[in-house]
């Protein structure tokens, strides 16, 4: 069965609702990242390499894909993966 990254998503949406406290924050930010990492990941050319320069190559990718969209995404998720690293 395959994991569905959206579901991590889901749930960092669910986890920073009301007042959330600190570590619902930083739980949520990690799912946020993760979840839209490798659904990036799943829609770039490295879908199936591993290692620590995955999260360079992946954002890279979307950032140097030549049409504003793409940029934008590639963009949001270095901002958010510089979050989760905070």
Same mark, same amino acid.
């Given at each position: 069965?395959? %994991?569905?990254?959206?579901? *991590?998503?889901?749930?960092? +949406?669910?986890?920073? &609702?009301? &007042?959330?406290?600190?570590?619902?924050?930083?739980?949520? &930010?990690?799912?946020?990242?993760? @979840?839209? %990492? =490798?659904?990036? !990941?799943?829609?770039?050319? *490295?879908?199936?390499?591993? @290692?620590?320069?995955?999260? %360079?190559?992946?954002? $890279?990718? %979307? !950032? =140097?894909? @030549? $049409?504003? +969209? +793409? *940029?934008?995404?590639? =963009? $949001?998720?270095?901002?958010?993966? @510089?979050?989760?690293? +905070?």
């Amino acid at each position: 069965m395959a %994991f569905d990254w959206n579901e *991590y998503v889901s749930l960092a +949406e669910r986890l920073n &609702t009301g &007042t959330p406290s600190v570590t619902q924050m930083r739980s949520a &930010t990690s799912r946020a990242y993760y @979840g839209a %990492f =490798n659904q990036c !990941k799943i829609h770039s050319p *490295y879908s199936s390499k591993k @290692g620590g320069d995955i999260h %360079f190559l992946v954002i $890279n990718h %979307f !950032k =140097n894909a @030549g $049409n504003s +969209e +793409e *940029y934008s995404i590639g =963009n $949001n998720l270095d901002v958010l993966r @510089g979050k989760r690293n +905070e």
